[in-house]
């Protein structure tokens, strides 16, 4: 069982109000939901997440939705449980704030569904039922994500989290958005806020362990401000990219540089020097930090051109 999974069951059995609960199935159906005219379905592996959300809907409206086991196609031996709500979907989702009094779908919750710190946790928690992660610090680097597929969502959650002072950013990935924390001390932070206390005693050992391991917390925060500007020049590379696409400039590259391009894509989170050995290694043609560093100079240059001829 996953670190993740985990902290995902241990907090599947806080208690809560009703305030409380209309706040994590908010946050839950908006960030796992698939909602059309006529029903919800919400999919998890996870059967405490099930129970909790079946048990929080029926209490919050007194509509019984129906759970059943389906094909997982994650390749994965977990059973994939999908709960189906088909009744009332509007009035419950007027209710948890996703849908304004004339069934439009808001960008975010409005402010009394997160009107006090608990239901601002909630949210969170409900946040990370649906689509949250944490690396077991044990056999990885410290790592909280959360992924939604709304921008105006993304920055909502950096902006709740950030209530708590954790440090939260945002990278555009392919398919969404992803919300990260990545010094540990948040990351502590951030398992207390959720109530998953167990998780944060185990977290809390390791760190601890791995701090005197490393001596000096002076090699931790440098680790921690390499990963940050990796991080940002992956983003600045993906929205130059991004630039490129829209303007249809592709082909104005080199061979070289389409294929720091399509991997640059393909790997957003990797740093510069891990990219380049990832070319190295699929395409058998050495690659070098600098040579790397060169291609990408030429992406910039070409984002930076589109950009002028616009007058940006």
Excluded: C, W
């Excluded at 009035?91 to 808001?106: F, H, M, P, S, Y």
């Excluded at 760190?207 to 680790?223: F, G, S």
């Excluded at 380049?276 to 560093?293: F, M, P, Q, V």
């Amino acid at each position: 069982m996953s670190f993740t999974v985990k902290i995902k069951e241990e907090i599947s059995n806080i208690k809560s109000t009703k305030s409380e609960l209309i706040a994590e199935v908010s946050a839950y159906i908006k960030n796992n939901g698939v909602i059309t005219a006529n029903k919800i379905t919400l999919d998890t592996e996870i059967k405490s997440i099930v129970d909790r959300m079946v048990d929080s809907i029926e209490l919050i409206t007194d509509i019984n939705p129906k759970v059943e086991v389906i094909e997982n196609l994650n390749f994965s031996k977990n059973n994939l449980y999908q709960i189906t709500i088909s009744e009332n979907i509007n009035a419950l989702l007027k209710d948890l704030g996703i849908l304004d009094e004339n069934n439009r779908r808001l960008p975010i919750v409005p402010e009394y569904i997160v009107g006090a710190n608990e239901e601002i946790r909630a949210y969170i928690r409900g946040a990370f039922f649906a689509s949250g992660s944490v690396s077991d610090p044990k056999v990885s680097r410290y790592h909280f994500e959360l992924l939604t597929q709304f921008k105006e969502e993304a920055v909502f959650l950096q902006k709740l989290l950030n209530l708590f002072d954790l440090n939260a950013k945002i990278l555009s990935r392919e398919k969404g958005y992803m919300i990260y924390i990545k010094e540990s001390e948040k990351i502590s932070d951030l398992l207390k806020l959720i109530g998953a206390n167990n998780a944060v005693m185990y977290y809390e050992n390791v760190r601890i362990y791995r701090d005197q391991k490393n001596k000096t917390n002076r090699l931790n925060n440098m680790e921690q401000a390499n990963t940050d500007r990796a991080y940002e020049t992956a983003n600045e590379q993906l929205k130059q990219i991004e630039i490129i696409e829209e303007n249809d400039g592709i082909n104005l590259l080199d061979d070289r540089a389409k294929i720091a391009l399509e991997y640059r894509k393909k790997y957003p989170e990797s740093s510069m020097k891990e990219l380049a050995e990832i070319i190295t290694e699929e395409t058998g043609k050495h690659l070098s930090k600098s040579g790397i560093n060169h291609r990408f100079r030429k992406i910039k240059d070409l984002a930076e051109s589109f950009q002028k001829m616009k007058g940006n």
